[in-house]
């Protein structure tokens, strides 16, 4: 159980939480995947905080500034309301938000993670993952960094 104690939330035990950037397509967060979950054993969490939007591992091209502003700027609110110990940024094969190759998938989620880690000066490590494509149902998860 959560409670607040001045300006900050705090759980009755202490759980290591994550705070993940994941694509919002419907496909990730159905029940039968189960992602919230999944993400959480891939970087070690008991417990995800989720920012969702299109695309997340496009957040660096310059038309999405805007976009990677206002998702540091969430990100940044959950981890410190949270005291989170991760962060993940989860990319997905097949994405309409950020329509790549597997390899720049790869790549790209990489380049972001590192870019979140820096920009934030988070302490600890942030994971880049990719959800890989087996059916609308059916999905991989996979690391392609952390640091």
């Known amino acids: 159980m ?9 759980w009755s035990r202490r759980r290591k939480l994550a705070v ?7 496909r990730l967060h159905q029940s039968a995947v ?3 979950r999944r993400i959480g054993k891939a970087v070690g969490a008991r417990c995800v905080d989720l920012v969702a939007l299109p695309g997340p591992d496009g957040l660096l091209r310059p038309e999405r500034s ?5 998702a540091l ?12 110990d991760f962060i993940a940024l989860v990319a ?24 979140l880690k820096e920009k934030l000066g988070f302490p600890g490590p942030v994971h880049a993952l990719v959800a890989t494509y087996r059916s609308d149902a059916k999905w991989g998860l996979k690391s392609v960094g952390a640091f």
């Not at 805007?66 to 206002?70: D, G, H, R």
Request: hydrophobic content about 45%.
């Open 2 to 10: 959560a409670r607040w104690v001045g300006d900050s939330m705090f």
């Open 20 to 26: 993940a950037v994941t694509c919002a397509d419907w």
């Open 34 to 36: 189960d992602f919230n």
């Open 66 to 70: 805007t976009e990677w502003n206002a």
């Open 73 to 84: 700027g969430q990100v940044k609110l959950l981890a410190d309301a949270h005291q989170a």
């Open 92 to 115: 997905h094969q097949r994405c309409a938000g950020h329509p790549v190759s597997d390899d720049e998938h790869n790549l790209d989620a990489a380049a972001v993670a590192k870019e």
